[in-house]
């Protein structure tokens, strides 16, 4: 079946010790977008990917990065995660931008 | 911030009643869409209104929108216990962006 696939699934990091959380489609869709979602709130998008052309939030901390080697793959590097980074982080594409998203099951960031 | 609003907060309701959420939002629209979020899971796409239709159906699913009010509302029908979960709007502005914009959702509970 065609899908997002985010890992891994659950991921413990040290204070400052990089961390890189990977993203995975079948779907061959263009578009990629990144959210980190906290606990009982909205996701929030950190940036997004169409086709090979990035696009960054304004407000997103330069600690995040990401990289788009092909179609299928996008990962998401944090550099130096602090304690606030801890959060679901979840993985989402679209054929056509600002259209259906379909997302990965997440990946749960704990920062110790 | 353009962040839509979605009330309430939450909501529980006996299995077999009907449950109606709303979400109102603050710029103009291409589309708003619904999505679902079971516990700690990625989100899923439930339907897509665009800016010049009034209502939608799928399924016990009915979603309403109103431009003039930046206004939106979801009801599900006969509710059962697997529609525990919680419930955002994410609108597509039409700046053409290509990104979504989630409300703060609603958790709904759905009492046995």
């Known amino acids: 079946d065609a899908m997002v696939i985010q890992n891994p699934r659950y991921q413990v990091t040290q204070f400052g010790k990089p961390v890189t959380l990977s993203c995975s489609q079948t779907l061959n869709h263009n578009v990629m977008y990144w959210y980190q979602q906290k606990s009982s709130q909205a996701p929030k998008l950190l940036f997004h990917y169409y086709d090979k052309d990035f696009n960054n939030e304004a407000d997103t901390p330069d600690n995040f990065q990401s990289r788009r080697p092909n179609t299928s793959f996008c990962f998401l590097d944090i550099r130096s995660p602090g304690l606030g980074d801890a959060a679901m982080y979840l993985c989402?594409?679209?054929?056509?931008?600002?259209?259906?998203?379909?997302f990965g099951p997440g990946t749960r960031l704990t920062v110790l | 911030s353009q962040q839509g609003e979605e009330d309430p907060q939450a909501l529980s309701i006996q299995e077999g009643e009907n449950a109606t959420m709303n979400c109102s939002y603050k710029?103009?629209?291409?589309?708003l869409q619904w999505y679902r979020q079971n516990s700690g899971r990625g989100l899923v796409h439930l339907i897509l209104?665009?800016?010049?239709?009034r209502e939608k159906h799928s399924g016990r699913l009915r979603v309403t929108l109103d431009t003039s009010k930046k206004s939106s509302s979801l009801l599900i029908t006969a509710s059962r216990a697997a529609d525990t979960a919680s419930y955002f709007c994410a609108t597509e502005s039409n700046f053409g962006n290509e990104k979504l914009t989630f409300g703060t959702g609603t958790r709904l509970t759905i009492i046995p």
């Open positions: 989402a594409t679209s054929s056509i931008a600002g259209e259906v998203q379909y």
């Open positions: 209104i665009r800016s010049n239709e």
């Open positions: 710029t103009s629209i291409n589309n």
